[in-house]
C-alpha cells in the first residue's frame, strides 16, 4: 500500500506569519491526487486544498498553498498571514483507489 | 442539504459484545470509506466500497465487518473480536471522476468499550 509520511508532528507560528508544513508520499503511480485536511478541535475533517497529479501547476486556495514537487514525491502545505482559526491537526492524504492519510501534523498558532 | 451523518456521536458498549455504527450520505456518491482514529494518531483504514454490494478491506480490517445494500449506507460493525475497539470512527465518502476525488467526512462515532 502506498504511504505518506508527514515528518512534523507538531509545528508552532506565530499570528500573521507563514509556515510550511511536509509531506512525502511513496508510490509508483503516475495519476493519482493529494489532498490537506485540516482537523481542528471539533473533529470535522475539512479539505483544505488539493492537487492532481497531472497538473504541473500547484494549487492555490486563497492564504494555502501547496509546492507540488512529483519527482521527489513531496507535497507541502504552506500557510500564509497565519490566523488563530488555523490551529488544528493537519492530514496529507493520497489517493489511487483508495484513500491514505499521513500521521498529521498538529499546528499552533500563537497569539 | 447533502452531506453524511454518523450516529451516534458517543456510544458506550460492554466489553464482548457487538456494535454498529451507522454511516448515511445523500450525496450520491458511489464509493464511501470507514477510518479509525486513536489520540494524536492519523487515520487508519479498516473497510471502502466503490461500490453497492462489493467491499474490500483496509489496513486494520480485523475484528470489523461491513455491509453495503444500499448506496446510502455503510455500516461498521465492530465485533467482539476486535482487542482495542475504543477510539473515534470517521466515515467518509466521494464521488467519482476526475474532479470527485476528494471526501467528504461525517461528524464521527466516538466508541467507548469498557
Known amino acids: 500500500a502506498q504511504t505518506v509520511t508527514q515528518s512534523q508532528p507538531e509545528m508552532s507560528v506565530q499570528e500573521a506569519e507563514t509556515v510550511t508544513l511536509s509531506c512525502t508520499y511513496d508510490t509508483s503511480e503516475s495519476d493519482y491526487y493529494l489532498f490537506w485536511y485540516k482537523q481542528p478541535p471539533s473533529r470535522q475533517m475539512i479539505l483544505v486544498i488539493r492537487q492532481e497529479a497531472y497538473k504541473q501547476q500547484n494549487a492555490t486556495e486563497n492564504r494555502f498553498s501547496v509546492n507540488f514537487q512529483k519527482a521527489a514525491k513531496s507535497f507541502s502545505l504552506k500557510i500564509s498571514d497565519s490566523q488563530l482559526g488555523d490551529a488544528a491537526m493537519y492530514f496529507c492524504?493520497?489517493?489511487?483507489?483508495?484513500?491514505?492519510f499521513g500521521a498529521g501534523t498538529r499546528l499552533t498558532v500563537k497569539p | 442539504d447533502g452531506g453524511i451523518t454518523q450516529s451516534p456521536k458517543y456510544l458506550f458498549r460492554k466489553e464482548g459484545q457487538n456494535v454498529t455504527l451507522s454511516c448515511e450520505q445523500n450525496?450520491?456518491?458511489?464509493?464511501m470509506y470507514w477510518y479509525r482514529q486513536d489520540p494524536g494518531q492519523g487515520l487508519r483504514l479498516i473497510y471502502y466500497s466503490q461500490i453497492v454490494n462489493d467491499f474490500q478491506k483496509g489496513d486494520i480490517a480485523e475484528g470489523y465487518s461491513v455491509s453495503r445494500e444500499k448506496k446510502e449506507s455503510f455500516p461498521l460493525t465492530v465485533t467482539s473480536a476486535q482487542k482495542n475497539p475504543t477510539a473515534f470512527y470517521l466515515c467518509?465518502?466521494?464521488?467519482?471522476?476526475?474532479?470527485?476525488?476528494?471526501?467528504?467526512f461525517g461528524p464521527g462515532t466516538r466508541l467507548t468499550v469498557t
Open positions: 467518509a465518502s466521494h464521488g467519482t471522476g476526475r474532479s470527485s476525488y476528494e471526501q467528504y
Open positions: 450525496l450520491n456518491h458511489d464509493a
Open positions: 492524504a493520497y489517493y489511487n483507489n483508495d484513500m491514505r
